[in-house]
């Protein structure tokens, strides 16, 4: 399995825990009758059980990213050691961002979601460059 696979699936647990610890302190703060309702009133989440909503929600619209970059780095077949290093430095990043977000970190909230943002970017400009390199030789001068 290629490492940016691999990382993209440590990051889908990463999800699921994510969720799981947000599940369990969102029930906490709005109780159980209220979290197995139809819902039909919002109860907006505060404090901790907030944090960890936005941090998901982030995630979410992050790994979105994530994974299509390894999706093109896979499927072009373009996977390096610089992919594999931003797949784990996007990965690292989430981890950290969780902490980082529920407890405030500022302006390090900010800088470690940038690196995951980064890191999937140089990822996927990895994977472009051979495929540009290869057009370019290709035009006649």
Do not use: K
């Not at 969102?26 to 901790?48: F, I």
């Not at 140089?122 to 472009?128: D, H, P, T």
């Amino acid at each position: 399995m290629p490492p940016e696979l691999l990382v993209l699936a440590l990051a889908a647990l990463l999800q699921f825990g994510q969720y799981v610890v947000f599940s369990i302190t969102a029930n906490l703060q709005v109780g159980l009758g209220y979290s197995t309702s139809p819902r039909d009133e919002d109860r907006p989440l505060t404090g901790t059980a907030g944090r960890l909503e936005r941090a998901l929600q982030n995630h979410f619209e992050g790994l979105t990213l994530f994974a299509i970059a390894v999706v093109v780095v896979t499927l072009s077949g373009n996977s390096s050691g610089f992919t594999a290093f931003c797949a784990w430095a996007y990965l690292g990043a989430r981890v950290l961002y969780v902490p980082a977000y529920v407890l405030g970190w500022v302006p390090g909230r900010s800088i470690i979601w940038a690196v995951g943002w980064f890191a999937t970017l140089a990822m996927l400009i990895a994977a472009l460059m051979p495929t540009f390199a290869d057009s370019a030789q290709s035009i006649p001068l």
